[in-house]
């Protein structure tokens, strides 16, 4: 009998976890019939701000928007640079151009595939207005020294943590999540994210409570008080459902998190096992950092052709991401070439996420690194 086809991710497994609580979640909102705003938007800001800990949240309607309120409150003007990396997802920055600002590329490092801390310093100048830092697949660039430098000459520090919740860097002895480092922290809850609602969904987090009360005036057209508006904001509410579907599901977290874990260092262990680590390099954690394997990512060698056997056997991947920023057609105006960025141009050809959720069954990655096996082995 053919195996069932293998997902790169199955929420309907994780659904069935929490049925329950989730039902219970929801019809409490459905009593309330408050969805605009309701009182679990709030609950919900408030655990984020004590599980993090950070002393302020703010829920939006996506990530992408998360990204443009959080430079929204930095009144970013026309011809202000923001430096931040090509190997993201394209909201990275379109949030940046849609300003009018123009993003300042900086290479990511070979081995985690975060952007390099080095060349951000070197890439400051006085037009520098923020930085943002994208913790990719779910660990976190190292921000200790960025931050410190950056503070001192008054550039923002925006982490795009839409793939890190619950990921953390150490911070001397002291473990600190990703977003609650810089003085914005922005979240995606885009249902395929480790924290995902059933919906669209994001946040925004920050240090000061000026920029909380700034960041909640924007998501409501600039108002402060209803039908007087100070600035032209956006209309980007996290919904009130999805508030409750994500107040349940942070519950879990932790252990979801340390799920994708142990199955990160399962594959590394089969990888091995299999004598497959001259054909496919697994994720490196960074010495200090908590990986939370948002994505399972490797760097493989003929990874099309990879992609497509694995396929024809029933188990599927994902590219992210094909094209470098530096490289799309919309971005063409900023004058980049081919070779701009060599490292993240090469990832783009290498790289392949496998499937990785807090359920995936050991079977099920025995499965695929036997499949990978065949494919390296084969004539
Ligand atoms: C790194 C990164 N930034 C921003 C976003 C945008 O989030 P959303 O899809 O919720 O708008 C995503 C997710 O898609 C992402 O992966």
């Given at each position: 009998m053919?195996?069932?086809?293998?997902?790169?991710?199955?929420?309907?497994?994780n659904y069935r976890r929490i049925r329950d609580e989730i039902h219970r979640a929801l019809d409490e909102v459905l009593e309330e019939q408050a969805f605009i705003l309701g009182?679990?938007?709030?609950?919900?800001?408030?655990?984020?701000?004590t599980y993090l800990p950070v002393p302020q949240a703010v829920g939006c309607a996506s990530g992408s928007d998360a990204l443009l309120l959080a430079l929204m409150s930095c009144n970013l003007k026309t011809g202000d640079e923001v430096i931040t990396t090509p190997f993201t997802f394209f909201a990275t920055v379109s949030a940046i151009t849609r300003l009018g600002a123009k993003p300042v590329f900086v290479d990511v490092d070979p081995i985690t595939y975060n952007m390099r801390t080095d060349q951000i310093l070197e890439k400051l100048t006085d037009r520098t207005r923020a930085v943002i830092a994208v913790h990719l697949f779910g660990q976190m660039v190292p921000l200790e020294r960025l931050e410190a430098e950056l503070k001192e000459r008054g550039v923002a520090l925006i982490e795009d943590a839409a793939q890190a919740f619950g990921s953390w860097r150490m911070d001397g002895a002291v473990p600190r999540k990703a977003g609650s480092w810089g003085d914005l922290g922005c979240f995606s809850f885009f249902p395929t994210k480790n924290l995902g609602g059933y919906g669209d969904g994001?946040?925004?987090?920050?240090?000061?409570?000026?920029?909380?009360?700034?960041?909640?005036s924007l998501r409501v057209h600039g108002s402060g008080k209803t039908y007087y508006h100070d600035e032209v904001g956006l209309n980007s509410r996290l919904d009130t459902l999805q508030a409750a579907v994500l107040r349940v599901k942070l519950r879990h977290l932790d252990a979801w998190n340390e799920e994708r874990r142990l199955a990160a260092d399962r594959y590394g262990l089969l990888f091995s096992e299999a004598e497959l680590l001259e054909?496919?390099?697994?994720?490196?954690?960074l010495e200090g950092n908590g990986h939370i394997f948002h994505q399972y990512v490797v760097r493989c060698r003929k990874r099309d052709a990879l992609q497509a056997f694995l396929e024809a056997e029933g188990i599927a991947s994902r590219v992210y991401y094909p094209l470098p920023l530096h490289r799309q057609r919309c971005?063409?105006?900023?004058g980049h070439e081919k070779g701009d960025f060599p490292v993240a141009e090469s990832l783009a050809d290498e790289v392949l996420a496998l499937p990785i959720f807090p359920e995936l069954a050991e079977t099920e990655q025995e499965r695929v690194v036997d499949v990978m096996r065949r494919f390296y082995r084969r004539g």
């Amino acid at each position: 009998m053919k195996p069932d086809y293998l997902p790169t991710l199955d929420l309907k497994r994780n659904y069935r976890r929490i049925r329950d609580e989730i039902h219970r979640a929801l019809d409490e909102v459905l009593e309330e019939q408050a969805f605009i705003l309701g009182p679990a938007v709030r609950a919900f800001e408030s655990d984020v701000e004590t599980y993090l800990p950070v002393p302020q949240a703010v829920g939006c309607a996506s990530g992408s928007d998360a990204l443009l309120l959080a430079l929204m409150s930095c009144n970013l003007k026309t011809g202000d640079e923001v430096i931040t990396t090509p190997f993201t997802f394209f909201a990275t920055v379109s949030a940046i151009t849609r300003l009018g600002a123009k993003p300042v590329f900086v290479d990511v490092d070979p081995i985690t595939y975060n952007m390099r801390t080095d060349q951000i310093l070197e890439k400051l100048t006085d037009r520098t207005r923020a930085v943002i830092a994208v913790h990719l697949f779910g660990q976190m660039v190292p921000l200790e020294r960025l931050e410190a430098e950056l503070k001192e000459r008054g550039v923002a520090l925006i982490e795009d943590a839409a793939q890190a919740f619950g990921s953390w860097r150490m911070d001397g002895a002291v473990p600190r999540k990703a977003g609650s480092w810089g003085d914005l922290g922005c979240f995606s809850f885009f249902p395929t994210k480790n924290l995902g609602g059933y919906g669209d969904g994001g946040m925004v987090t920050c240090q000061r409570e000026d920029d909380a009360g700034h960041l909640k005036s924007l998501r409501v057209h600039g108002s402060g008080k209803t039908y007087y508006h100070d600035e032209v904001g956006l209309n980007s509410r996290l919904d009130t459902l999805q508030a409750a579907v994500l107040r349940v599901k942070l519950r879990h977290l932790d252990a979801w998190n340390e799920e994708r874990r142990l199955a990160a260092d399962r594959y590394g262990l089969l990888f091995s096992e299999a004598e497959l680590l001259e054909e496919v390099r697994p994720p490196a954690v960074l010495e200090g950092n908590g990986h939370i394997f948002h994505q399972y990512v490797v760097r493989c060698r003929k990874r099309d052709a990879l992609q497509a056997f694995l396929e024809a056997e029933g188990i599927a991947s994902r590219v992210y991401y094909p094209l470098p920023l530096h490289r799309q057609r919309c971005f063409a105006f900023l004058g980049h070439e081919k070779g701009d960025f060599p490292v993240a141009e090469s990832l783009a050809d290498e790289v392949l996420a496998l499937p990785i959720f807090p359920e995936l069954a050991e079977t099920e990655q025995e499965r695929v690194v036997d499949v990978m096996r065949r494919f390296y082995r084969r004539g």
